[in-house]
Each structure stands twice: as structure tokens, then as C-alpha cells.
């Protein structure tokens, strides 16, 4: 019998297919293995569940897929970041945002552990990002925050994404009381994660919606982009199009820029203007790296 369904977490060579009645431990067909292509959590898939065990026939073609985190099939990222232990680090965050930008995926900009920094903490950064992308600022364990979030997650395929020791298991934790997924401590010493997760999965909201979990990272490369286009990634830089004086303006040092007046003006933040420098930076670096 021909099932369809989504692969909701893979370990060891299984794939778990949800087909809405029941999970299957699945193997893939072999040919899978043969054309340099694996399945991936969120993907559609068709399964024979005729044999013994049952097996991946068929994956239908992805909206999107990524690599840090190993998703397919994401509609929207919540990007997880820790106001304290670890401590936020923006640039990798804003990086994050442009490889979603260029994915056309939709974005919540999550900020964890407010209960750990004050409200001045919590001011600076929603100065950075107010206006440009959805906030929430959460203390999980309190719960405080969590009815901000929880309307973003409604009947959409969302995926927690940030580093290890930010709290996103906990959040999966908080909206799925049925559940008890592992969550790490924070190291003392480094106040870093422990990387408590190790495999992506995709679980179902009561409320509608699903939410994938997903290992933490450490670091992040810069889109696969030509450096010209970047500025389209950075939304708050974007609604400046077509105001400088020269046709590709890269707002670095050309005269008349309108973008650069924006953050002399402060309508654009000097940080979210300082990642994009440092991002159009790692672009001509690779490009550099190639020839
Ligand atoms: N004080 C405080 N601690 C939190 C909050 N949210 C999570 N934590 C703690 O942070 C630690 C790490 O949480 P996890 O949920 O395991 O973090 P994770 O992002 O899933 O980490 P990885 O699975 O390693 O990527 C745990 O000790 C949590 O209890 C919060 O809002 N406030
Ligand atoms: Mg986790
Ligand atoms: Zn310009």
C-alpha cells in the first residue's frame, strides 16, 4: 500500500514517516543512495508500506532545504538567541537572517532568559530590530512571553534555529506539555550550550502548526550571493532602493547614499549596518578565495 507522508526525524539510516494516522520507521530505497541525495526532516515523501518494513518510494520536490540546520520544507525560522548565557551574537545572527532572506522564508526573531538582564538589555535590542522583524522576548520557565510567540506558530512549519544552550528545546518543551525532550545546562565556565540535540525533529502543535527542533550552531557562513544583491537581504537597507545618487550603490563609501545618511540619521541601526559591511567583507573574501 502507497502512504504519503512527512519524515519527522531520521537516526541511523530510519527515517520516521508521519502519515497522520501513525509514524513508520522507514528505510529508503536504495537508489537514494546511489544519486547523492538524502532525505531530510520536512520532507513529503511516498511510502510502500506493503514489506515488513516500510520504505521511502518517492520524495516530492522541496519548497526550500538547508544545511545548518538540516531542514527541508520550512516556512518559517524562529531564530533563537539567548539575551544572556550565551550571550547574543548578532553578527551570526544577521547572517542567519540573510541565508533565510534569500530563502524566502518567513522570520520570528526570538530572544530567550530575559529573566537573566535587565530591561535596559532588553531596550538595546529591540532598538536593533524593532520595525525590521517580529520580536519576542521570552523567560521559558516562567512561561512569560510564550502568548507573543505562540500566534507567529499557528498552523505554519516553523523551525527553531540558533546556538547550543539558547533554549529552544525548552521552548518545544513549553508549547508541547505532553512532551520532555532533552535539555542541557549552560556551561559555567564558557556559558556556552553542550549541544544537547543532536538530531533535527518535527513535532506537531495541538494549536496547529509544526515545529521542527534542531541542533545547535556555532558558526554561520555568509549567503551564497553576489555582493551587489546583499543589500536586498537586509530589509531595514532595502526600503532605501533607489534613493542613492549612483545605480548599484553598495553604501560603503560612494557619495550621496542614501543609506549611510539613514544610520547617520539612526533610522537605520549602526550594528544591523555594521553586519551588512561585514558580510559584503566575507563575500569579496570568498571571491577572493575562488580564482
Ligand atoms: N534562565 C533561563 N534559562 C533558560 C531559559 N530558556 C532555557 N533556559 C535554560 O537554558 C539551558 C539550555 O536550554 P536548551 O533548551 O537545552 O537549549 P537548546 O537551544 O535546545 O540547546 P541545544 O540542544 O544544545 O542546541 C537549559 O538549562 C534551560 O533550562 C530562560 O528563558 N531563562
Ligand atoms: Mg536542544
Ligand atoms: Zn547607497
Do not use: W
Request: with cysteine.
Amino acid at each position: 500500500m502507497i502512504k504519503k507522508g512527512t519524515i519527522v526525524k531520521g537516526i541511523a539510516g530510519f527515517y520516521y514517516v508521519d502519515t497522520g494516522e501513525q509514524v513508520h520507521e522507514c528505510k529508503a530505497r536504495g537508489v537514494f543512495k546511489n544519486k547523492n541525495f538524502k532525505p531530510a526532516v520536512g520532507d513529503e515523501v511516498d511510502l510502500d508500506t506493503s514489506g515488513d518494513t516500510a520504505v521511502i518510494i518517492k520524495v516530492h520536490e522541496r519548497q526550500n532545504e538547508f544545511i545548518r540546520p538540516p531542514v527541508a520544507n520550512v516556512e518559517q525560522f524562529v531564530v533563537v538567541s539567548a539575551l544572556a548565557d550565551p550571550k547574543p551574537n548578532l553578527v551570526v545572527v544577521d547572517k542567519f537572517l540573510a541565508v533565510a532572506e534569500m530563502n524566502d522564508v518567513e522570520i520570528v526573531l526570538c530572544f530567550t532568559k530575559k529573566d537573566l538582564v535587565t530591561e535596559s538589555d532588553i531596550e538595546k535590542i529591540r532598538e536593533i530590530y524593532e520595525g525590521v522583524y517580529p520580536l519576542v522576548f521570552l523567560d521559558v520557565h516562567s512561561e512569560h512571553g510564550m502568548d507573543d510567540l505562540i500566534p507567529h506558530l499557528k498552523d505554519k512549519k516553523s523551525a527553531l534555529a540558533g546556538p547550543s544552550g539558547v533554549g529552544k528545546s525548552t521552548i518545544l518543551n513549553a508549547l508541547r506539555k505532553d512532551l520532555d525532550v532533552e535539555t542541557g545546562s549552560v556551561s559555567d565556565k564558557t556559558k556556552r550550550g553542550k549541544h544537547t540535540t543532536r538530531h533535527v525533529e518535527l513535532f506537531n502543535l495541538d494549536f496547529g502548526g509544526m515545529v521542527f527542533d534542531t541542533p545547535g550552531f556555532t558558526s554561520f557562513d555568509v549567503p551564497d550571493i553576489d555582493e551587489a544583491d546583499l543589500q536586498f537581504l537586509f530589509p531595514d537597507i532595502d526600503s532605501y532602493r533607489g534613493q542613492c545618487r549612483f545605480n548599484g550603490c553598495r553604501h560603503l563609501t560612494e557619495p550621496d547614499c542614501a543609506v549611510r545618511e539613514a544610520v547617520e540619521a539612526g533610522d537605520i541601526h549602526e550594528l544591523r549596518y555594521k553586519s551588512y559591511c561585514s558580510q559584503i567583507e566575507e563575500i569579496r573574501e570568498r571571491e577572493r578565495k575562488k580564482y
